[in-house]
């Protein structure tokens, strides 16, 4: 494989499938894209089984000076390498989940998703900051077409509001960028992850950053965005949303805020913390009185990310190991999640919880995936999102307990609402004969829906296929934020040590005692 | 042999003035049927006096051989620069004239009149003149060869009310302005004892008298009124609507580079010695029609007057570059005002080539809904002309702005460049309603994009310049503009 520029070919393929499809026909346009993002995942199967674990940090680097300004760089590290196989893998599964669903100006849609690959590939395999930039900003125009075409009634109005709100984020940190890469003297990401920044200078910077991808996560009281954005959006807009574009923003924290300003990132750990802390139990509740499916999703997720965010700022390995894994978990299950809603709206047209009720009856097999990716959302034992916000909140104890306090709570409220929507849905009578006369998943679904339901259980049940190749990466940033690592509030103070073992036995040293 | 020199130094103009000269003729006893060939024949000559740049364009021209008659005209690769971008755009504007003439938009005279090409030339001259003035005197006769030969193509409509108002607006506005900049021109002269550019500038050196600082004030006034940039630029979009389309899309790209170039001229030549001065003011002027194009451009309707508020807008983005007041500032307004050139005369062709059954133009935003099922080339092509102005990437629009805002920061005006970027976001408002009209809208009734090959091509190539593609044009286009940037410091 030496040599082969893979990470260029994972983007040239999606590409070349876009183009396709803008020129061919509604079935055409289908097939095209479903190859396209096979092939893209085959690759990408290949990235992973040649990616070696301890290994250089960098992996399957290419460099070419095509631009005036930054060049050409990719290459990636475990974490890169995560997030692009969640996103080839989700990506088959939104065609496959807008085959019939579509029915208007297919050969464009497709090609806005397979152009939407393409930016999120570019986006983590970036090695230079205005080329992640590129990437990370392109994705707001296949996007805004994405909802703003194919959405809901209320579309054009979330459209705009998911392209300003991200586009202002964004720009401030591409000033913050032209202000580093002036100072340190390269746009190279890797070198600019050793580079110390003034400390000073880092709070503004890390502001800026901040600005954008607390848009993007979406962290209260910024998270507005989302609940509109995914409700219009169609299924498989959703299931990207929520799977892959939400990730840009954690990895925006993990790529750049906490290596490149670690002394900033711990000055504002509070501030991280307390949005988390508040978006973990408000948007938990709001979800609780959701009356639209999608809704509830949507404010589940931005609960989800933040526990992501308390995570990444705990400071330590667990917590940046549970974050990542939260991210991915909450990708599959999520968009599972997303999909799951999308199967019955197909049918129904309606995402109203109570038009539906006793699924369970007529629909056994939907009920069942449902019931598992509702389980995985709630964090039960075996699942994917188990592992991630128990090491998540490990990691957050080490650092603060109340902080963990408040975010376990988290998982009661969320066992709560997805319990109460599982319930409306899926159990008590056949109140609607509509709802009741709906036919189970049919064979395409079964396709869409197992490989997710596999992922979200072999990430349960066995994390480290999906923690090994990161762990050295995490280990490097671990050691990098160490110096200025905040204070833990557990306040253990270490004693005088012992002069003898806790059980040792007195000596007989005097008769006195001898006899008994 | 000074003279011949000097001759040889001005060999494109003269190519110009001699088309000109000899078409108008052909104008005068052939009449408007000999439109076609005339503007065939100034398509050629703008074409020849640009290939006659490209020497000069790569070796990169400075220093005192580049002087011509006296020091009256300075041809340096800054001149160069500018002037390919105005021959370009100027042929642009022929290539796009004819179809629209001919169709019943022109209204009662149907048919492209002969002194059209012919006036584009002049103004073409009167430009070139423009960007490589040396001296106040020949500074100002190019400005209003420009500007004269402007406002008759605004009002070239002579039946119709619209193009005729914006004729004499344009007049009436520019006259004032000439005037206020001749009286900065005499002010200076007043002060400092010579019309000559580094006469001026010697005089200019150490603390400055309020007499000098009026006339700089007022000279940068009149400038202003020229690129429109607010607060001198309540002209701009009544012109912009009532002038024939074809004219429209001129005045947004050609006299656009060449007044940008001629002040950036002035104000680092001549006053290049009293930054602080003058650079407040770029600054106060770069945001102000950064943020009032943009604002008021929400509430538009009207599609060329709403590209009227976007040029206003783009502007800004053009003197931000200036305001930074060094090479590489200058260097990325160049690219910019390239960039911005393709970005604008690519929307105004997808503008001309939108018709209605009647075969007239359309003008408002309700006219073009639901575009890109009726006509989705022009309507995809449109989509990337708008979110290149709003400076998305990947679109060579973000490109134009990434070299501004970091030249920007580079300066350490850090502060400055995060309100202009602040500001760019409102500008996203409108350009992305334009991409909501034409794409999520349901279609309003028919549109016949039929259009000649002319503009098909020149919509083709602009839009490929903007697209992503465009990204492998930037090494050479940002080492020319850097040559042409350091041959204006060299004086310094």
Known sequence: MEGLPILSLMMLVPLAGAAACLFSGAAAARWIALAATLVTFVLGVLLWSD??????QWQFTEKADLFAGFSYALGIDGISLMLIMLSVFLMPVCILASWESVQKRVGEYMAAFLFMEVLMIGTFAAQDLFLFYVFFEAGLIPMYLIIGVWGGDNRIYASYKFFLYTLFGSVLMLIAMFWMVAEAGTSDIPTLMQYSFPPEAQTWLWLAFFASFAVKVPMWPLHTWLPDAHVQAPTAGSVILAGVLLKLGGYGFIRFSLPMFPEASAQFAWLVFTLSMIAVVYTSLVALVQADMKK??????????????VGLFAFNVQGLEGAMIVMLSHGLVSGALFLCVGLIYDRLHTREIARYGGLAINMPYYALFFLLFTMASIGLPGTSGFVGEFLSLAGIYQTSSLVALICTTGIILGAAYMLYLYRRVAFGGQVNEDAAAMRDISAREWVMMAPIAAAVLWMGVYPESFLAPMRADI????????????ASDARLAPGAPRSEAANAMPEHSSAREGAH | MEFAASFALVMPELVLIGAGLALLLVAAWGGDKAARPIAITAAAALFAAGFLLVPGLHTGGTGPSTLAFGGLFKIDSYALFAKALIYLAAIGALMIAPAFFAGPAAGAERGMRAEYPVLILFAAVGMSIMVSANDFMSLYLGLELNSLSAYVLAAILRRDARSGEAGLKYFVLGALASGILLYGMSLLYGFTGGTAFTAVRAGLTGEMGTGALFG??????????KISAVPFHMWTPDVYEGAPTPVTAFFATAPKVAAVALTARVVFEVFGAQVAAWQQIVMFMALASIIFGALVAIG?????????????NNVGFI???LAVANVDGASAMLVYLFIYVAMSLGSFVAL?????EDGCLFETFADIRGLSVTQPAIAWALLLFMFSLAGVPPLLGFYSKFVVFQATIEADLVVFGAIAIAASVIGAFYYIKFVKVMFFDEPAGVITGKSGAAHWALLGITALIVSPLGYLLTPSLTDLADKAAASLFLTV
């Open chain 1, 51 to 56: 990616y070696q674990i301890g290994g250089l």
């Open chain 1, 475 to 486: 280990a490097v940033l671990d050691a990098r934020l160490a110096a200025a690592a905040p």
């Open chain 2, 216 to 225: 700089v004030i007022f000279v940068l006034s009149g400038l202003a009124f």
């Open chain 1, 296 to 309: 509830l999703i949507a404010y589940s997720s931005v609960a989800h990310m933040a526990i992501v965010t």
């Open chain 2, 352 to 356: 001309l080539m939108l018709r209605g």
């Open chain 2, 319 to 321: 003197l931000l570059g």
């Open chain 2, 300 to 312: 538009q309707e009207n599609l060329k007057r709403l590209l009227a508020y976007s040029s206003i």
